[in-house]
């Protein structure tokens, strides 16, 4: 048989128990002496007493001598028990902790920084290096009890308490009484929230500037591409032929408009569209871009096949009827005023960088308020971002029934809680006269319009009434969802949430099902995924919709 392990408990008690049995045998035997002596006696009674007492006296001897026992064994578990929870001590909570020694030599140190900084202004740099001496000593001290997860001791904390308590009764009585002591720490917390605003504003407009800029990869690809367009005449003999298809205006057909000068982020939202689309060769896409952007936008979407849709791309120096007698945002961005607003590189801390986008001053921005204008024979179209992908048919957008509305949108108030009340000024009667302020955002970036509507509702005109109201920036702040939300008030219908899911280019955690179950996925915000600095976990979900494989690209990776 296998032998049992020695316990090491088990020794101790078993010799206890046998000087306990030892006992009370001598006891009895003394006991059963005195029972023979006396037996013929007639005093019975009195010599049973003595051996009921004697026996009553070994039982309660054996009774205090087991709840020793137990009282011992409980307190080696109480102080095993005592050791594990110490095994686990929290450094922070043993600081929380008002009677810890912990607690004590921080707070001690944190008074001990403060006159530092006072003994420094002072001059006093002899009083200033012995507190930061002890400071350190007493950062050793708790960064050696979080590594041990066991609580400072006495003995460890009396000397550095002492010291420490001695060099700030000296530094006040060098006068650095409270007053003092409160006055040089409140300049000092202003100091450092002026730096850490500074900061935090330059922080936004760098990653504002990154986002703006353009990869130097991207940009080899448009030099390439403009040089195809410049010397090859075939290409833009090509591109005048398609520009009178019948497809263009074919109503029968589904309908896409893109406004944007990114070649890359444009051919990632068609290719993803065509890629999940069941018909792909139904798909109409209409681009517009600025001037700079034509040539190389027609080389590269002449070039490649997006599986057999057809792709406009329009120049919007051809829109002539988009000038500043027709429309007031082209007036406004014309203005001296804007244009110092946006490019003199003011200062003013008031306003967030992020309103001092440039983009805000491109007429793309707001081509999506002139969609009936710029394809007059269409009954409907779906508007989209050059930062979104789509994962699923949106085909079925078009069959959906907006109930007369103009724009079928996803709400947005649901989850980050934007109501009208955070894009206007309800202080203004203008505004708080007209609308509610807890009606519901909506966002721009995935929109089915009904072109008839609009027209019949004339959303063009509110749009325009509203920037000339808006003239002096006082009822919203810059970009086109304000007045986006004025000018289709009343005329929106919510779209399900999951037609449309925001925050891949700010959002860190944006819900996985969420995004799994999206047919579109916008990336907004100033992480883009062409960027380095966007964020490496949505970043696959736009590369698969970019053809790697292209020689342009891959002669460009290297830049």
């Known amino acids: 048989m296998r032998r049992r392990a020695a316990i090491i408990g088990r020794p101790v008690r078993r010799r206890l128990k046998c000087w306990i049995c030892s006992l009370l045998g001598i006891f009895l035997i003394a006991g059963f002496i005195l029972f023979v002596v006396h037996h013929h006696h007639d005093q019975e009674d009195y010599v049973e007493q003595p051996i009921l007492i004697l026996l009553v006296w070994c039982l309660g001897a054996q009774v205090k001598v087991s709840l020793t026992i137990d009282r011992i064994l409980g307190l080696e578990r109480e102080s095993r028990n005592e050791e594990v929870v110490r095994e686990h001590l929290n450094l922070t909570q043993e600081i929380s902790s008002a009677n810890s020694y912990a607690r004590q030599l921080a707070e001690q140190m944190t008074l001990a920084k403060a006159y530092v900084v006072i003994a420094k202004e002072h001059n006093n740099l002899h009083l200033a290096w012995e507190l930061s001496s002890k400071i350190r000593s007493c950062q050793f001290l708790l960064s050696k009890a979080a590594m041990k997860e066991e609580p400072i001791s006495l003995n460890e904390a009396e000397s550095i308490i002492q010291s420490l308590s001695s060099l700030i009764f000296k530094a006040q009585d060098a006068h650095y009484d409270i007053a003092t002591t409160m006055m040089t720490m409140k300049s000092h917390v202003q100091a450092l929230e002026e730096r850490a605003n500074a900061t935090s504003v330059q922080s936004m407009m760098f990653g504002q500037l990154t986002a703006e800029s353009l990869p130097k990869n991207l940009q080899c690809l448009e030099i390439k591409l403009m040089a195809d367009w410049l010397a090859k005449k075939s290409l833009q003999d090509f591109a005048d032929e398609r520009k009178n298809s019948l497809r263009l205006v074919d109503n029968n057909l589904y309908h896409f408009c893109i406004f944007s000068d990114n070649l890359l982020a444009v051919s990632a939202v068609i290719n993803s569209t065509v890629c999940n689309a069941g018909h792909p060769k139904q798909l109409i896409f209409h681009i517009v871009t600025d001037a700079i952007h034509y040539g190389m936008m027609q080389a590269w979407f002449l070039n490649n096949d997006f599986k057999s849709s057809t792709v406009e791309v329009q120049n919007i120096e051809d829109l002539t009827w988009l000038n500043s007698s027709y429309s007031p945002a082209i007036r406004q961005l014309r203005e001296v005023d ?72 996803v709400e947005t108030c649901l ?27 909506w966002a721009f970036g995935m929109n089915i319009f009904d072109l008839m509507a609009w027209r019949k509702a004339n959303v063009t005109a509110r749009y325009h009434y509203w920037l000339e109201q808006n003239a002096d920036r006082t009822l919203w702040k810059l970009g086109t969802l304000p007045p986006g939300l004025l000018a289709f008030y009343g005329l929106t219908e919510p779209l399900d949430r999951r037609w449309h899911v925001l925050g891949l280019g700010y959002d860190l955690n944006v819900d996985s099902r969420l995004i799994e179950s999206a047919a579109v996925i916008h990336f907004n915000g100033n992480m883009k995924p062409w960027l380095k600095l966007g964020v490496t976990r949505y970043r696959p979900l736009w590369e698969r919709y970019v053809n790697q494989t292209h020689p342009y690209l891959r002669d460009c990776a290297t830049h």
């Open 338 to 409: 804007s244009r110092k607003y946006y490019f003199d590189g003011s200062q003013d801390t008031s306003i967030e960088p992020k309103f001092r986008n440039p983009k805000y001053s491109s007429l793309l921005n707001h081509l999506r308020f002139y969609v009936p204008e710029i394809y007059p024979q269409l009954e409907k179209i779906v508007f989209l971002d050059d930062d979104v992908v789509v994962q699923k048919d949106l085909t079925p957008l078009f069959s959906l029934d907006l109930h007369g509305n103009v724009n079928g949108a």
């Open 415 to 441: 989850e980050a809680f934007h109501r009208y009340y955070k894009y206007l000024n309800f202080s203004d009667p203008l505004i708080s006269s007209r609308f509610d302020p807890q009606a519901c955002g």
